[in-house]
């Protein structure tokens, strides 16, 4: 009952990492755009597996196919469906899993849920290649909203973190490197971090920040559908989401007002930025920054115990090519959702506006 | 567009400080429950401004009245209406804001949202008097899902916070200070802080950890509608709030997966709960339990500079009677958010069975 | 579930004909709309009862008051709250049907549905006071889209039709008539047959003719938000509605396509109208007009055996002031409802222009 | 914006008569059913073209495949993904409506509405192929609420019409010739009347009849999701309906009170059924019955006047295969339509059982 994403930019997504296909429908694009195609498949190549030592070594094209709402080029305002084919699964490799529950993933709480009912391949529907579809659905949504520049980038894993201000990395930095951490020195520190993590066939986790920029006044709807709460509730909707945080976040909590409030300049633009460019859920035209904690990912290349569907003590060990740490994959995720609520927010603004 | 919470169990709601009154509509709320009004404003009152030295101290009795959906003191399925008057605004207290739009609140991106059509007393729409209305929908909802117990507290106000784990607190204390804190040295220190605070007319934040407990397995809809991805958008809808985090939470990101991962007991129990009760977004049957970091108050009783209307540098100072940390007087806020959600996913759940 | 309408220009509502009040929330009223409120109080007034002799003598005076929402004269944007007071309850009039259930009316399926939880004075929440609610929502929507034209008007009442076109009406005259038809000769007929009708203690049904003239052309939204399922929808929520037809409607499926295609002018409005104004569920420009059938008012001042909630067999009668023809009072609720989808649809339309 | 229906049982559906494919999302689909995939099948062979003398002879095998939501032959919760190629579309056939608006088409519209941006082959979006999804959701949700038992059938074509009441007619008699009419005299002569049409390159326009058997007492939500409005929108939905009506419908609006009521048996039945099975938007458990108005097929094998996008007058006649009477093909997807809202009411009124 849950499978759409936004009000008015709306995808609606289905898909298991084992059946023939993954796809969805956007609806509300608005008509006249012309659609760069290698674009959304470029977006796609950055979150494919496969792509780099520290991730899974799964290899899948994902080609995106659309099948409608494009006419000679340009989007006509009809629905948009897309659909990626899976060309890479290998359901021998989970038999292991048909009626064992992994530790920490969702195959416990599905099993009950929908009561014996479930795709235990890959994860079913819970399997992050579901992202996929996300990602076509923020490709698109960037094309929408073309003024506005979404940057994220790996701001830790695991301890390592990045400490330097977002305004004084340099955006470019982060796709040179396979952590896609725009401070070199740290990137290199985490990559090394994670193929030893990896060898050890363990997993580790780690934080994104995502940066909105040349945003307009006025994004936002009062009361709940704030503009923070909307990207946290996108942001928590991605897999191993634990946390998110906008402005100045956790450590805003330990502030005083005084040393808080953001001074205003003459222009309505603020002398400091702890509002995180939204002020009563309501863009006010300053950088737009927030950040998504991930948890190590749960499938582990090591003995674990855990229980099967009747209850019986078993040991385990996850099979096949997973990551070891999801964040380098999970910065085009965190941008495409992030575009669609952007996407969403510019339509319910001009909503009003005659 | 978006003045309603939920999706079956939903409420909307109307009203500014300084208007005649507040209120809203609860749609969706199952027939046959005998509605214990008194605990309803018994919530009130834990929200209500004037309770504590370390508050506000307005002085308003925040008493609902009900119009409908009820009869003969059981819910009829038919949507309630419900009216708080606002008996103390003083509209006069806020003519030195009518132009200037205060430091690190919504004056300014209202005004341009709305192209200055604004309420500019006490904040309009974007004031806190709202929340009394979220606080009688949860209350309600508590009555529609009596089984599952909800407690909120104050974890950390300013740079003092409760290390010690909610399972070794005493709820029953948390009613029993005014920082709203079950842990009584903690909760000393808050208040002699926030005490000191306020008389150099400054604001501080903190953090609210809120535990759920009893809850079923199964509450959650995939993908977009995960658990913690609705807590987190309720969360971050209250006024103020900078982050949420769940579980591990940011820490979690920190982590390995071998330490991170929760092994199973064999009666589906696990062990830790760094999941913090919900795997893949649907509720796991362990404590569900988060955290809710809120930026200090923006109201200061100092001087500051600020802008107008016109862009012209001028200087303010908050006047009447503002909360010098709004934690307290957060926690019935968030457990009514926190009910409103449950409510919600009990019936979404019900919805497939037959 | 379902005391909501409409997407952006949204109104939900509450209260029962023996409550303290009904009333509601408007959300998604652009701002900037200095509201003439009189204009709304008026709106009531053609709907309120008592207003003639060929309609229920209740007296009611059906004051709106307003909460929220507007500041200083101008909507703000902020959802707008409102209550109107039943003043004029008697609930002793009831008592006779508090267990039992009056043919044709939702007695036994609300029972059924609510396991016996149900408001039984007036209807309770089937009560066609409820209505007035919805004249409130769509005063509002009148001024949010203050160029289109909506006349409504009784075009028969049980056989007695007026069966010349709209386009030769006045809709001047629909108001100087107690009946609410803009044929005079007609209007004499229906008012002296719902006279007679009435003293026979019984009632009648009748049909609305709706025409809406000056909208753009665009509105509607493919393919399950179409322009005409949204009236439809619309319509068929008023209470004793039994049928919704546009432009040629029923007539329309008898004849053949060389008959009934509009042929084009070279500005594309179109030499004939069969389509309504309306076609792939998007207005073309043209007037818009349908038709709205009405059952006869099933409370009579007759005996009639019914049955109680025991499955007793009973006589019963009626009691108290009832229509003995809704369509007079159904004109100003039919208008209200219209207003709303097309306020609704031209921000819809808005959404994606930028 | 709208290519979605239904609240809990949803279909997202996209696709025009000359992409690659048609298809959707169905969300909301409980676990556990094991799905009939021959007879969703059948449900699309009985909608597709080519199949009789009096329906287009295009030929299109409709063939849908399933790419999601089922596993091991049940469904799973999950969504369920659907495409069904477009195998036969001809694309040089509507070269001559390129910049042509065909009279009574959403041509016109759609050209204005999204500014010039328009699949003009076979329609678009508007095609009625999108149907095929909806008879997919629509079997899909026959499986979900196998007890209901839904028959729709032709029961006028242009003047003729069966006036024989539903109850008396054999709904086995419905499939058993090409008009879909349950009353073989009155078949015969409509197919004769359509052959003859068809020579002609004309077309006619028809009424369907569904009847909804077996239903429970309660289905419907007050007060703005009542069953019947639901209904028709959902008939109002498909392509060429001008109109709907239930239970007595505009012949109700002509009637007395004292013939209209519906008096009860002791058991809850009542021994007429005006009210067609709904009273106050909630089943009564009694027959639920409807029409549905069709008008005339747009696209004559005539010559007809109309303009171009210039606004010049130029003369145009329909090429290809075109249906001469929609109401044949129409039949499932009534029924389809049908289910749909059925399968999401009852999903709606368990949400509050618990």
């Known amino acids: 009952m849950s499978n759409s994403f936004g009000k008015l930019f709306k995808v609606s997504t289905f898909g298991e990492s084992h059946g023939p296909a993954i796809g969805g429908v956007i609806d509300g694009c608005p008509p006249g755009i012309a659609l760069d195609l290698e674009a959304i498949q470029k977006e796609l190549d950055r979150r494919k597996p496969g792509q780099s030592k520290i991730v899974t070594q799964r290899k899948e094209p994902d080609a995106v196919k659309f099948h409608s709402g494009i006419f000679e080029g340009k989007t006509t305002g009809a629905s948009i469906g897309f659909v990626i084919e899976n060309t890479n699964q290998k359901s021998h490799d989970y038999s292991h899993i048909a009626k064992t529950y992994r530790p920490s993933h969702a195959d416990y709480t599905y099993d009950k849920k929908y009561e014996g009912n479930r795709d235990y391949r890959g994860g079913g529907r819970t399997s992050a290649r579901e ?8 490709a698109v949504a960037k094309q929408v909203i073309p003024n506005i520049q979404i940057n994220a980038y790996t701001s830790a894993i695991g301890t390592i973190s990045v400490d330097t201000p977002y305004q004084e990395l340099d955006f470019n930095a982060i796709e040179t490197n396979i952590a896609r951490c725009p401070d070199p020195v740290k990137a290199e520190e ?56 906008y402005g100045s976040g956790f450590e805003g909590a330990a502030m005083r007002g005084s040393d808080h409030n953001d001074i205003f300049n003459s222009d309505g633009s603020t002398k400091s930025n702890h509002s995180g460019g939204i002020q009563g859920g309501i863009s006010n035209g300053m950088d737009i920054y927030f950040k998504v904690a991930f948890k190590p990912v749960a499938t582990l290349i090591q003995k674990q115990m855990t229980i099967d569907s009747e209850g019986n003590e078993v040991e385990m060990m ?15 995720i965190v941008e495409a959702m992030t575009a669609m609520v952007l996407a969403d927010f510019v339509m319910l603004n001009n909503a009003t506006k005659f």
């Not at 992202?131 to 923020?138: E, F, Q």
């Not at 996850?318 to 085009?332: F, L, S, T, Y």
């Open 131 to 138: 992202t996929a579809n996300w990602v076509v659905g923020g």
């Open 190 to 245: 985490m990559i090394d971090y994670v193929s030893k993590i990896k060898k050890q066939g363990d997993t580790v986790g780690g934080v994104v920040t995502c940066v909105v920029q040349n945003v307009s006044v006025g994004l936002g709807e009062p009361v709940f559908n704030k503009l923070h709460a909307a990207l946290g509730q996108a942001m928590l909707s991605i897999n191993a989401v634990k946390g998110f945080e």
């Open 318 to 332: 996850g099979k096949g090519r997973h990551d070891p740490c999801v964040v380098p994959r999970a910065i085009p």
